[in-house]
């Protein structure tokens, strides 16, 4: 005999469908919390001076996503850029990769002090020189494998064997010079060590358990992720990559990343200069950048940030096809940071509603 639901049977049905639906459980899973920017202490009328300053100095600016205490305070969009939209992170890609090699290194699927012949023996030079030898993956996290100038990859050579062919002129782990292709060797070695490219690595390790939903990653014709660039995801994606750093590796409760990792990686592993008033001077970790203000970020090209603030527990994301980052990140610590506060504050709901009509009205120019 067949089960007839009557009609309270199936409103008391649908009424549980609905809570499941909308659980916050599930809603967690998928987007940061949201909340005003007084009650974590941050001035409104501080964000809408950036986001105005931004909107007026600064061409072709795309998103901004402010995070402090772990919750969304402040988010815009420069038409036609919206939300949903997928953006390429250019270099920010290399913090990702950074991620990968630290949780095949947490798996002990290689070590940051093994030589990078070593995972390449079929793809080295006859007799290789005697610093390439020396180059360590820890050589290529930092940006000092030895290399004068960068390698430039095509279609007519593998990769991997183009990079060990460049000449190293410089004892590795001796002098910074910022090199993509090495990152793109971070990436080629976390597939010869675990099978899977980057992407697919970081699938079930970071992107599914920070709820981050078809990140997109291009490959080489060796079929190997990028590593160095070629990433795609959303601002809300950046701002959860950046909060996870700043909770030293920890999601809902859980260690992702090992906090001995985000502590090497973000902290300064190498010198990249000395002018205190540039923040590609301020040393460079496991392709993270330092910043002025005691933070860090990660950063792509024409303007992609993932900037991590633990001095007031933030995150700022923001994307971009502006060609002046440095003018990028000073609007930042001249017209945002002065916003933070130590309490919360009054609410201020004029302000409030002020911003929101500010964000809400950004065009792309």
Partial sequence: MKAIL????LSSFF??????????????????PRS????????????????EAANRELTNMHSFMLVRHGRVIAEGWWKPE????????????KSFTSTAVG???AEGKLSVDDPVLKFFPESAPAEPAEKLKAMRVRDLLTMTSGHETEVKYSTNAPWVETFLAHPVPHKPGTHFRYNTPGSYMLSAIVQKVTG????????PRLFEPLGIEHPEWGS?????????WGLKIRTEDIAKFGQLYLQKGKWNGRQIVPQAWVDQATTRQASNGSDPSKDWDQGYGFQFWRCRHNAFRGDGANGQFCIVLPDQDAVIAITADTRDMQAELNIVWDKLL?????????????AQIKLKETLSNLVVH
């Fill in 196 to 203: 899977q490219t980057v992407l697919e690595f970081l699938r």
């Fill in 36 to 51: 005003t920017p007084e009650a974590q202490g941050v001035s409104s009328i501080g964000i809408r001076d950036y986001v």
């Fill in 103 to 105: 949780l095949a290194v």
């Fill in 15 to 32: 009424a549980v469908i609905l809570v499941v639906l909308h659980s916050p459980a599930q809603a967690a899973g998928s987007s940061l």
């Fill in 338 to 350: 002065p916003a933070f506060q130590d309490k919360r504050l009054r609410a201020d709901k004029r």
């Fill in 6 to 9: 009557t009609l309270p049977r």
């Fill in 82 to 93: 919206a939300a949903e939209k997928p953006h390429v992170m250019h270099s920010l890609s």
């Fill in 220 to 228: 080489s014709p060796q079929g190997v992720s990028f590593g160095g």
